[in-house]
């Protein structure tokens, strides 16, 4: 069994919340954020496309957001030598904050109707965090310790539980994006967690195909698809007692793996102590083999926990889509006209060979 987790709460100059987590005993967290900060604001605004029903936040505040500072001036890296960040203390394991420049931010507001009720819109209600996976500025996620990766599993498990408990909080979402590639603009191994006042428009489409397959079938999707991907192998990456690990038949990027419980769970609070101490040692792989494909160096990537809204949790299931924009060592995918005009993707590389790519670059 793994050393229990302890979590500080604090927080920061300008009233943002400060969660430190360490694993066993409970390290003395009593650095003080000494910045000048004037108090947070925000001014996003979400509106409803009549056309898609999708959900846009719109958030021109965060133009002013820090830019690829350089590694002496990193705002995610401890306080230490004179120079104040957004981490108060000189060294820390793991640590979640409040985003300075929160797209969504706020308790929730009445939405309002113009138009006739053509148009809708609200405050960007909602929670944006940060987290810190480590205090080492030059490492990333897969240089970490099996240890210290379950360490932010059990962050991003308890933001989820406290997030999903906010008032207009109708999802929660766990990402990192990993390289300048991903748009990416500190350097700092780092992720983000989202809560949204409304159903993500990608996660509203499964909800509707989960919904049709029951229907038709009598049976989950998401468990017919994780057993028939396990069956037929030709697309899976990796396998262990818990998790499986395979590209998806109708892959949309050059190499895209997806990583699904055995156990069908809606979110990451209903995961076991089985599925948990496994999850870091092939999560852990995937990375590696990810930086082994274009060889060596840091592949860029996005890695995406799905997890099911409060209101839609009976069907759907949690997992990790984990995926890069590098089609080739000097290629990228971009999303161009067909991909961003018409949601409508063309992938240059076959699921079958993205996979058994997959397997070829094991350690």
């Known amino acids: 069994m793994p050393q229990p987790t302890a979590r500080t709460v604090t927080s920061l100059a300008d009233g943002r919340r400060l969660t430190y987590y360490d694993r066993g005993a409970a390290v003395p967290r009593e650095s003080v954020d000494r910045r000048p900060l004037d108090p947070a604001s925000h001014g996003s605004e979400v509106r409803l496309d009549p056309a898609t029903g999708d959900w846009v936040t719109i ?173 037929h192998g030709e697309r899976v990456v990796l396998s262990g007692e818990h998790w499986t690990a395979f590209v998806p038949f109708a892959a949309r990027w050059p190499y895209e793996v997806h990583l699904h419980p055995h156990r069908r769970v809606p979110d990451l609070t209903a995961l076991d102590e089985q599925q948990r101490s496994e999850f870091p040692y092939l999560y852990l792989e995937l990375l590696r083999r990810f930086d082994r494909l274009f060889g060596g160096g840091r592949t860029p990537y996005i890695s995406a926990w799905h997890q099911a809204p409060a209101a839609h949790g009976e069907e759907l299931a949690l997992h990790l889509e984990l995926f890069t924009i590098r089609r080739t060592a000097d290629k990228l995918k971009y999303l161009a006209g067909v991909e961003s005009g018409m949601d409508a993707f063309v992938n240059d590389v076959t699921p079958e060979d993205a996979a058994r790519r997959l397997r070829e670059v094991a350690a």
């Open 59 to 231: 958030a021109a505040h965060r133009q002013a957001r820090t830019y690829r500072p350089p590694a002496e001036e990193c705002p995610l890296c401890p306080s230490r030598d004179g120079r104040l960040s957004e981490i108060p203390a000189e060294d820390y394991q793991v640590a979640v904050f409040e985003n300075r420049f929160p797209s969504l931010a706020g308790p929730p507001a009445e939405l309002t109707d113009a138009a006739d009720g053509l148009w809708r819109s609200g405050p960007g209600a909602g929670r944006c965090e940060v987290v810190c996976f480590t205090a080492d500025h030059d490492a990333s996620f897969a240089d970490l310790t099996p240890e210290r990766a379950r360490l932010v599993l059990d962050a991003w498990t308890d933001r989820t539980a406290e997030l999903s408990a906010l008032p207009g909080v109708e999802q929660v979402y766990c990402f990192e994006n990993r390289g300048t590639e991903i748009g990416v603009t500190l350097a700092h191994p780092h992720g983000q967690i989202y809560a949204f006042p409304f159903t993500a428009p990608r996660t509203a489409r499964a909800v509707d195909r989960a919904a049709a397959h029951r229907a038709a079938t009598g049976r989950n999707l998401f468990e017919d698809l994780l057993a028939a991907e396990r069956a």
